[in-house]
Nanobody, 114 residues
Framework: VQLQASGGGGVQAGGSLRLSCKAT????????MDWYRQAPGKQRDLVAS???????TYADSVKGRFTIARDNVRRMLHLQADSLKTDDTATYFC?????????WGRGTQVTVSS
């Protein structure tokens, strides 16, 4: 299983970014996919999840601002991040659990400046 994230970068507060994650090595449509983030010196936290049937869940801190989506044909996971705040600055990771193991992408950095 390989997860390759992209789309991070620097943006001013109030701006938007779209993160993407390409999944290979799994039957993508069958698995729940997640975005996590980790700020320096802090634990890695769940940001959003999307199940195989398209059900989505969000951390309270991003509800109404972030949207998770999946493209089962292209095996892509996306995170549309709008109205970004400085507190959203972190490395963002895509994640899935397969065969009893956790798989993580390398991470993509999001930096929001005031």
């Amino acid at each position: 299983v390989q997860l390759q994230a992209s789309g991070g970068g620097g943006v001013q507060a109030g701006g938007s970014l779209r993160l993407s994650c390409k999944a290979t090595g799994i039957n993508f449509r069958l698995y729940t996919m997640d975005w996590y983030r980790q700020a320096p010196g802090k634990q890695r936290d769940l940001v959003a999840s999307i199940s195989s049937d398209g059900t989505t869940t969000y951390a309270d801190s991003v509800k109404g601002r972030f949207t998770i989506a999946r493209d089962n044909v292209r095996r892509m996971l996306h995170l549309q991040a709008d109205s970004l705040k400085t507190d959203d600055t972190a490395t963002y990771f895509c994640h899935t659990r397969h065969g009893g193991r956790d798989f993580w992408g390398r991470g993509t950095q999001v930096t929001v400046s005031s």
